[in-house]
């Protein structure tokens, strides 16, 4: 049974900072990496996603997968007001993706 | 681009009772989910189910019933209510297993 952990519960970040999220895993077949974001009272939308280790950088995210540690993360550079938001990390791998504990981000102006 | 229409937006239900809630997709997904969410947290899997008639449960399906009868649309029953539970219900849709899901916005379930 796949255990998704997310690290910190939640975090403030200064306007203009780097705000850094992680998440481990449990089952080492994994094949398929996610992060989403849920602003306030909203659906939770897809960011990225990465199948294979190392880094895939879009626009002010990045993310960082090292399989064999069971571990990835998310990078967001210069962080805004708008970055304000519940971030899940999602893993999948042969079933429905499983979802993390979710990490609560205020960034402060 | 599609749309993902849950229903309805708010439940409010007794203990014991039986509630449906119902997920319908213009995507052309294979793939449905439904999903709960507690006070701002994570989400667990309650079912999936890849394509039409099929049902593949999750690690919260205790106390669940699921339905897929068109392609279209997922419905979700809470088999007996719980006195004082309170979550969102999201149900989401994707291509595939490992491709991107789109959510709806939600069902709020209140129970009194």
């Known amino acids: 049974q796949q255990k998704v952990q997310q690290s910190p519960e939640s975090l403030i970040v200064p306007e203009g900072a780097m705000t850094s999220l992680n998440c481990t895993f449990s089952?080492?077949?994994?094949?398929?990496f996610a992060w989403y974001r849920q602003h306030s009272g909203k659906a939770p939308k897809a960011l990225m996603s990465?199948?294979?280790?190392g880094e895939k950088e879009e626009g002010r995210f990045t993310i960082h997968l090292n399989k064999a540690s069971l571990h990835f993360s998310l990078h967001i550079r210069d962080s805004q007001p708008s970055d304000s938001a519940l971030y899940l990390c999602a893993v999948g791998g042969g079933r429905a993706l499983i979802f993390g504990t979710g990490t609560t981000v205020s960034v402060s102006p | 681009g599609g749309i993902i229409t849950q229903t309805p937006k708010f439940l409010i239900g007794q203990e014991g009772q039986k509630l449906t809630l119902k997920c319908q997709q213009n995507f052309n997904h294979d793939t449905m989910y439904w999903y709960r969410q507690d006070s701002g947290k994570g989400l667990r899997l309650i079912y999936y189910s890849i394509t039409e008639n099929d049902l593949q449960k999750g690690d919260l399906s205790e106390g669940y019933d699921a339905s897929r009868e068109k392609k279209s649309s997922f419905s979700l029953t809470v088999t007996s209510a719980q006195k004082n539970e309170m979550a969102v219900f999201l149900c989401a849709s994707s291509m595939g297993r490992s491709e991107r899901l789109f959510f709806g916005h939600g069902t709020k379930l209140s129970v009194l």
């Open positions: 990465i199948f294979s280790n």
């Open positions: 089952d080492s077949a994994s094949q398929y």
